[in-house]
Nanobody
């Protein structure tokens, strides 16, 4: 069983940066970050495949967010720059359990394990 624990959320002003971390225990495969704003469904933000180093980003975060992974620490990161108020959400990390070379997994049902989430609030 894989356990995922996110950290690094907080309150920041628009234009600033924040880095989220997701510490994993157990074997993980393609991993991703999702977010859920108040009153809305969970949406895909970014994903990474450590076997191929492929990454994929939602248009809304592309060129501002960077997903990375430290395999030695079994930790996933999301560097968020140029934050906007519309980035305010609970951010979740997730992992698939099936080995693959793809990072193109955009939907919740494609992931098997989830963290508890960390709140990011961006003030204007």
């Amino acid at each position: 069983q894989v356990q995922l624990v996110e950290s690094g959320g907080g309150l920041v002003q628009a234009g600033n940066s924040l880095r989220l971390s997701c510490a994993a225990s157990g074997r993980t495969e393609t991993m991703g970050w999702f977010r859920q704003a108040p009153g809305l469904g969970r949406e895909f933000a970014a994903s990474i495949n450590y076997r191929s180093s492929r990454t994929y980003y939602a248009d809304s975060v592309k060129d501002r967010f960077t997903i990375s992974r430290d395999n030695a620490k079994n930790t996933l990161y999301l560097q968020m720059n140029s934050l906007k108020p519309e980035d305010t959400a609970v951010y979740y990390c997730a992992s698939r359990k099936t080995p693959t070379s793809s990072a193109y997994y955009l939907f919740e049902h494609q992931y098997d394990y989830w963290g508890q989430g960390t709140q990011v609030t961006v003030s204007s």
